[in-house]
T-cell receptor, first 116, second 113 residues
Framework: SQTIHQWPATLVQPVGSPLSLECTVE??????LYWYRQAAGRGLQLLFY??????ISSEVPQNLSASRPQDRQFILSSKKLLLSDSGFYLC???????????????FGPGTRLTVL | GNSVTQMEGPVTLSEEAFLTINCTYT??????LFWYVQYPGEGLQLLLK?????DKGSNKGFEATYRKETTSFHLEKGSVQVSDSAVYFC????????????FGKGTRLSVIA
């Protein structure tokens, strides 16, 4: 069966520090991968998605970036964190190939980031 | 563009009460509709989905019917339990090269014994 892992589970970082959040998927090949942010009172916002190694689509311009160095690994990064980057970051995957309207996304446990 | 509107929360119910959480959508193209649930401190889990008009998704006593004529996908449960306390998200996708999944803002449900 497929499983998705995220780490760390919680993170407290000072403003201006770098960030690296990791997401890995097991039990499937060539998944489509997604990063979301859930900020208080703002619902769920899609940040990036990837349909293959090295292929990243960005939905929202910001100081975050994403990379997919391996088939089942998705990394969210920042060179300098802002206070507004605080939130709950969720990684998700769906069956690989062309993203279709019937695809189901499966979410990881999330990383709670607090920027002070 | 695509968008999802959910009823504002929080919703507080007594155990065994009837639950309805309204969800309406606008979409370009033919959407698939989803309900996800987020329990405290956890990620999102798929609760149910429907991919075409008049389909009914169901799981764990929850149901939602895809109503194309009213562009709605309301979530219902006949008798809620304390363990149903969570945040519920309605979502849709009509992927055509743009944003693959659009979520509503979520509705927090609290069930009290």
């Amino acid at each position: 069966s497929q499983t998705i892992h995220q780490w760390p589970a919680t993170l407290v970082q000072p403003v201006g520090s770098p960030l690296s959040l990791e997401c890995t998927v097991e039990g499937t090949s060539n998944p489509n991968l997604y990063w979301y942010r859930q900020a208080a009172g703002r619902g769920l916002q899609l940040l990036f998605y990837s349909v293959g190694i090295g292929q990243i689509s960005s939905e929202v311009p910001q100081n975050l970036s994403a990379s997919r160095p391996q088939d089942r690994q998705f990394i969210l990064s920042s060179k300098k964190l802002l206070l507004s980057d605080s939130g709950f970051y969720l990684c998700a995957w769906s069956v690989g190939g062309v993203i279709s309207r019937t695809d189901t996304q499966y979410f990881g446990p999330g990383t709670r980031l607090t920027v002070l | 563009g695509n968008s999802v509107t959910q009823m504002e929360g929080p919703v507080t119910l007594s155990e065994e009460a009837f639950l309805t959480i309204n969800c309406t959508y606008t979409a370009t193209g033919y959407p698939s509709l989803f309900w996800y649930v987020q329990y405290p401190g956890e990620g999102l889990q798929l609760l149910l989905k429907a991919t075409k008009a008049d389909d009914k998704g169901s799981n764990k006593g929850f149901e939602a019917t895809y109503r194309k004529e009213t562009t709605s996908f309301h979530l219902e449960k006949g008798s809620v339990q304390v363990s149903d306390s969570a945040v519920y998200f309605c979502a849709l996708t009509t992927y055509s090269g743009n944003t693959p999944l659009v979520f509503g803002k979520g509705t927090r449900l609290s069930v009290i014994a």
